[in-house]
T-cell receptor, first 113, second 113 residues
Framework: AQSVTQPDIHITVSEGASLELRCNYS??????LFWYVQSPGQGLQLLLK??????LVQGIKGFEAEFKRSQSSFNLRKPSVHWSDAAEYFC???????????FGTGTRLQVFP | NAGVTQTPKFQVLKTGQSMTLQCAQD?????MYWYRQDPGMGLRLIYY???????DKGEVPNGYNVSRLNKREFSLRLESAAPSQTSVYFC????????????FGPGTRLTVT
């Protein structure tokens, strides 16, 4: 069955530290991969997406993600976290022949000054 | 261009009451979705509509009905609310082609007592 796993429920980092949020997927077809961010009380906003080509994808707010087919992973990274990055982050997977996404359970990021 | 809008933002219902959550998008998207978000569960698809006049069940459809009124609007109805339906509900629409991503509304926080 298709699934997305975000192994870290909650991550705490200091402001200025680097960040990596993990995402693993199980999908039979060639995946399309997404990272969304949800600030408290808000809807979801797309950070970045991967369809094909360069496996390192740049997104908004200084985030990037790397697709590793051999590891079935699409981890999100940021070199230096800002306090405003505190939010919940969701990984999602789809494919070219469907208009539905499967979401992971999310990772809540807390940033300490 | 308002994107995806939802009404109401907050609602409190008593068990057994009914209500309809409204969603509209102004991006001329064909596909629309209703999700619920619960702590630790991520986003779960309730119903979706691939085009005007069509609807399909998602992962958690029990206790809900939907109507795709026209291309813009997709409503979610709770006929007899239960405490288990306390959740945050998100509507989304799908932009195919170059914008291949789901766009989310701001959400409706529903409490059933």
């Amino acid at each position: 069955a298709q699934s997305v796993t975000q192994p870290d429920i909650h991550i705490t980092v200091s402001e200025g530290a680097s960040l990596e949020l993990r995402c693993n997927y199980s999908y039979g077809a060639t995946p399309y991969l997404f990272w969304y961010v949800q600030s408290p009380g808000q809807g979801l906003q797309l950070l970045l997406k991967y369809f094909s080509g360069d496996t390192l994808v740049q997104g908004i707010k200084g985030f990037e993600a790397e697709f590793k087919r051999s590891q079935s992973s699409f981890n999100l990274r940021k070199p230096s976290v800002h306090w405003s990055d505190a939010a919940e982050y969701f990984c999602a997977v789809g494919t070219y022949n469907t208009d539905k996404l499967i979401f992971g359970t999310g990772t809540r990021l807390q940033v300490f000054p | 261009n308002a994107g995806v809008t939802q009404t109401p933002k907050f609602q409190v219902l008593k068990t057994g009451q009914s209500m309809t959550l409204q969603c509209a998008q102004d991006m001329n998207h064909n596909s629309m979705y209703w999700y619920r978000q619960d702590p630790g569960m991520g986003l779960r698809l309730i119903y979706y509509s691939a085009s005007e006049g069509t609807t399909d069940k998602g992962e958690v459809p029990n206790g809900y009905n939907v109507s795709r009124l026209n291309k813009r609007e997709f409503s979610l109805r709770l006929e007899s609310a239960a405490p288990s339906q306390t959740s945050v509900y998100f509507c989304a629409s799908w932009g195919a082609g170059n914008t291949y991503e789901q766009y989310f509304g701001p959400g409706t926080r529903l409490t059933v007592t």
